[in-house]
């Protein structure tokens, strides 16, 4: 019994490394959550109302693409590009979305497209992508983020028309 008190403070003395646990920086934490996350997926895509009733995501995601792809192109059926550049059929566009709902529309052109005035074809783009329905933008972690994505647009030729 004479012992146990010296085993108590042994005990006592061996065990605060226990105790003494470093705790990590702000910094250190702010790095390893950064590290953790994902930067290149959002939460959730930007939407339109259309598909705001569509539950799974990549369904909701599917139907905003299609709705983006379908009003772009109702925009361009009537112009002339197609009158302009018969052999063009389809244009890329690149569209960004920004946190406070606007977008930008930017046409993607391969490097052999000199044969094309991509200064003409970016300002009649200009002139027509405009008066869109209101987009919501994607959220990552709770916050709105920007977005781009590139949407393949179908340009009809004025004969299929009818």
């Known amino acids: 019994m004479k012992q146990f008190p010296f085993f108590i403070i042994l005990l006592f003395i061996s065990s605060c490394q226990y105790f003494e646990k470093q705790i990590p920086s702000e910094k250190e934490l702010l790095q390893k959550e950064l590290k953790s996350i994902n930067w290149k997926e959002?939460?959730?895509?930007?939407?339109v109302v259309d598909c705001e009733k569509v539950n799974d995501k990549k369904l909701r995601q599917q139907c905003f693409f299609e709705v983006m792809a379908q009003l772009i192109q109702e925009k361009l059926?009537?112009?002339?590009l197609s009158i302009l550049y018969p052999e063009l059929d389809t244009?890329?566009?690149?569209?960004?979305?920004?946190?406070?709902?606007s977008m930008k529309f930017e046409?993607?052109?391969?490097?052999?497209?000199?044969a094309y005035d991509t200064i003409k074809i970016d300002s009649i783009l200009?002139?027509?992508?405009?008066?869109?329905?209101?987009?919501?933008?994607?959220i990552k972690r709770g916050v709105p983020v920007k977005t781009q994505l590139i949407?393949?647009?179908?340009?009809?030729?004025?004969?299929?028309?009818?």
């Open 42 to 47: 959002v939460d959730e895509f930007p939407s």
């Open 77 to 80: 059926d009537i112009d002339t």
């Open 91 to 101: 244009i890329e566009v690149k569209v960004t979305i920004f946190p406070n709902s």
């Open 107 to 114: 046409p993607q052109f391969s490097k052999d497209s000199v």
């Open 126 to 138: 200009q002139a027509r992508l405009v008066d869109f329905p209101k987009v919501n933008p994607a």
């Open 151 to 162: 949407l393949p647009i179908i340009i009809k030729a004025k004969e299929e028309k009818k």
